[in-house]
C-alpha cells in the first residue's frame, strides 16, 4: 500500500514537472532576453508586461464577473498620474513613494466609482461607467496643475529610486523588473481566481438571481472585484508612468479602456493567461504597423478582431490551453 502511495507519488511529481517545466524554461528565456536583444525591442517588451498586467486587472472584472466596465483605463492612467506628480511636481522620486500611493489613489477612485455603478446593471453599468470614466478625462483634461509648458499633461517622468546605494534603473534592468512584477501579478490573481471567492464571481456571471437565493451577498461581491481590479490597474499605470516618461489626458480615455478590452477579447476572456497573449499581439503588431502604414492601424485591428470572433471564438489563449492539454501527458 505504501509502496502504490509512494509510486503515484512519484509520477504526480514527474507530470507536474514536465508540466510546468516549459513555463520556466521561456520565464528563464524573458528574463535574459533583454540583454541581447535591440534597444527598441527592449522598450516592447517592457510594454508587453505592463499592458500584460492591465489586461489581466481588467479580465476578472470582465472575464471573472462579467462587469464590462469602460472604465478601467482611468484606474490605469490615475495611477500614472499620481507617480507622475510625485516625481515631476514634487520632487519625490523613491519607487516605495510612488509606487504604493499610486494603486492606493486607483482604489479609492474605484471604491467611489464602484458605489455608483453597482447600483445598476447590464447596458446601464456599461453607460454609466463610460460616463464616470469621460468625466475623470474632463477633470484631468481641463486642470490646470497637471499641465506642463501649455501642453496637457505631465512630461519629463524618469526611472524611480528604490533606495539601494549604487543602484539606478537601466531600461534593460527595468524591463526585468516589469517582468518579475508581471509575474508576481499573475500569480496572485491566479490564486484569487481559483479560491471560493472566484469561483463565486463564476457564479455571479453565469446567474446572478440564483447566487443571491444561494445567499450571496453579490453586490459586495462585484464591489470587491471591482476594486481589486482597479488595485492591479493601478501596479501597470505606475509601471507605465516610469517607462513612458509622459502622461497625457488619454492616457486615462476611452481609447486605452477600449484597447484593455480588446487585449482581453483577443486573448481569451475568462482565462487569466489569454490577456498577456493578446497584450504582446497588440504591442508588437502595433509598433510594425505604425513602421510601415501607420494609418491603416485601425483597420488591420479591426480585422485581426472580426478573424478572432469567427475563427477563434472565446480567444486565441483558449485554443492554446487546449493545445496545451492534447500535448501533455495525462
Same mark, same amino acid.
Given at each position: ?33 533583454? #540583454? &541581447?536583444?535591440?534597444?527598441? =525591442? ?6 508587453? *508586461?505592463?499592458?500584460?498586467? $492591465?489586461?489581466? !486587472? /481588467? ?118 523588473? #516589469? &517582468?518579475?512584477?508581471?509575474? =508576481? ?6 490564486? *484569487?481566481?481559483?479560491?471560493? $471567492?472566484?469561483? !463565486? /464571481? ?129
Amino acid at each position: 500500500m505504501v509502496a502504490t502511495t509512494l509510486e503515484s507519488s512519484g509520477r504526480l511529481q514527474k507530470k507536474n514537472i514536465i508540466r510546468f517545466a516549459p513555463i520556466l524554461i521561456i520565464g528563464i528565456i524573458l528574463f535574459i532576453l533583454p #540583454s &541581447f536583444i535591440p534597444h527598441y =525591442l527592449v522598450g516592447l517588451f517592457t510594454l508587453t *508586461f505592463i499592458f500584460a498586467i $492591465f489586461a489581466m !486587472s /481588467l479580465d476578472i472584472v470582465l472575464g471573472y464577473t462579467g462587469l464590462l466596465s469602460i472604465m478601467h483605463a482611468s484606474f490605469f492612467g490615475i495611477a500614472a498620474y499620481t507617480a507622475a506628480v510625485l516625481m515631476v511636481k514634487m520632487g519625490i522620486n523613491s519607487f516605495w513613494v510612488g509606487f504604493p500611493c499610486g494603486i492606493l489613489i486607483a482604489g479609492i477612485l474605484a471604491a467611489i466609482a464602484g458605489v455608483v455603478l453597482l447600483r445598476v446593471h447590464g447596458i446601464y453599468f456599461l453607460i454609466a461607467s463610460l460616463c464616470l470614466g469621460y468625466m475623470v478625462y474632463s477633470i484631468t483634461w481641463g486642470w490646470d496643475y497637471l499641465e506642463m509648458y501649455q501642453s496637457k499633461g505631465i512630461m519629463g517622468i524618469d526611472f524611480p529610486g528604490i533606495g539601494i546605494p549604487g543602484f539606478t534603473f537601466t531600461e534593460v534592468s527595468y524591463c526585468r523588473f #516589469s &517582468f518579475l512584477l508581471f509575474l =508576481l501579478c499573475f500569480y496572485l490573481l491566479y490564486r *484569487f481566481v481559483n479560491s471560493p $471567492f472566484g469561483y !463565486s /464571481l463564476r457564479g455571479i456571471r453565469e446567474d446572478e438571481e440564483r447566487m443571491q437565493v444561494l445567499g450571496y451577498n453579490t453586490w459586495f461581491y462585484k464591489f470587491a472585484v471591482f476594486i481589486i481590479g482597479a488595485l492591479f490597474a493601478g501596479v501597470a499605470g505606475v509601471l507605465f508612468a516610469y517607462c513612458n516618461t509622459t502622461v497625457e489626458p488619454e492616457h486615462l480615455g476611452f481609447s486605452y479602456s477600449t484597447y484593455a478590452i480588446l487585449m482581453v477579447i483577443l486573448g481569451g476572456s475568462g482565462t487569466l493567461f489569454g490577456p498577456p497573449i493578446g497584450a504582446a499581439l497588440l504591442v508588437f503588431l502595433e509598433f510594425y504597423t505604425g513602421i510601415v502604414s501607420p494609418e491603416r492601424w485601425p483597420l488591420i485591428l479591426g480585422l485581426i478582431l472580426i478573424l478572432t470572433i469567427m475563427f477563434s471564438r472565446g480567444g486565441i489563449g483558449l485554443h492554446l490551453q487546449r493545445l496545451w492539454k492534447k500535448v501533455l501527458p495525462s
